[in-house]
T-cell receptor, first 115, second 116 residues
Framework: AQTVTQSQPEMSVQEAETVTLSCTYDTSESNYYLFWYKQPPSRQMILVIRQEAYKQQNATENRFSVNFQKAAKSFSLKISDSQLGDTAMYFCAFLGLQGAQKLVFGQGTRLTINP | DAGVTQSPTHLIKTRGQHVTLRCSPISGHKSVSWYQQVLGQGPQFIFQYYEKEERGRGNFPDRFSARQFPNYSSELNVNALLLGDSALYLC???????????????FGSGTQLSVL
């Protein structure tokens, strides 16, 4: 079974700083997707960025980028020029392509951006 | 276009009761998945339906059941409610299975269930 581990329960940085959230996962599958989701206090789950395992190039979306290390099964999220609106819970998630379309989530990292 | 809609947004029940949660996927989406998110934890997979057939089930007791209708909307039913069933229940939809390149999973805003 797949597992996803986020080792940082909480992080806090100043506005405009860069912050990196860590995520490791375990799977025996060779092709899969990885995601970072943001969940603000409204509890709406918002997709931040996705990475296909077959792509060597790291995904980027504006201020958000990932460092995908397939061999190490590591998938970290970097937020550049952090903004107050980035304050939220961040979840790393794995989606295998065999069987059910089942997202496996980590425990989450609570990120606080301070003014 | 409307996103994934879930109803009701909040619900209060007592132990032993039954509850039905509803989800309408994005128009054209044929896959609906259900997740349970207990406060302070990541969501846990409950069910996935695609083309009206159950395609996957998570590690939940038989008190949990679901179905998908011809219009691809879905219901999640929970019988004999326990205090531990208190959680946010999220629904997600997508167009295909498996997910294709650049396709997204869209989540609804959830139903907050409180069991007293």
């Amino acid at each position: 079974a797949q597992t996803v581990t986020q080792s940082q329960p909480e992080m806090s940085v100043q506005e405009a700083e860069t912050v990196t959230l860590s995520c490791t996962y375990d799977t025996s599958e060779s092709n899969y997707y990885l995601f970072w989701y943001k969940q603000p206090p409204s509890r709406q789950m918002i997709l931040v960025i996705r990475q296909e395992a077959y792509k060597q190039q790291n995904a980027t979306e504006n201020r958000f980028s990932v460092n995908f290390q397939k061999a190490a099964k590591s998938f970290s999220l970097k937020i550049s020029d952090s903004q107050l609106g980035d304050t939220a819970m961040y979840f790393c998630a794995f989606l295998g392509l065999q069987g059910a379309q089942k997202l496996v989530f980590g425990q989450g990292t609570r990120l606080t951006i301070n003014p | 276009d409307a996103g994934v809609t879930q109803s009701p947004t909040h619900l209060i029940k007592t132990r032993g009761q039954h509850v039905t949660l509803r989800c309408s996927p994005i128009s054209g989406h044929k896959s609906v998945s259900w997740y349970q998110q207990v406060l302070g934890q990541g969501p846990q997979f409950i069910f996935q339906y695609y083309e009206k057939e159950e395609r996957g089930r998570g590690n939940f007791p038989d008190r949990f059941s679901a179905r998908q209708f011809p219009n691809y909307s879905s219901e999640l039913n929970v019988n004999a409610l326990l205090l531990g069933d208190s959680a946010l229940y999220l629904c997600a939809s997508s167009g295909s299975m498996p997910l294709t390149t650049n396709e997204k999973l869209f989540f609804g805003s959830g139903t907050q269930l409180s069991v007293l």
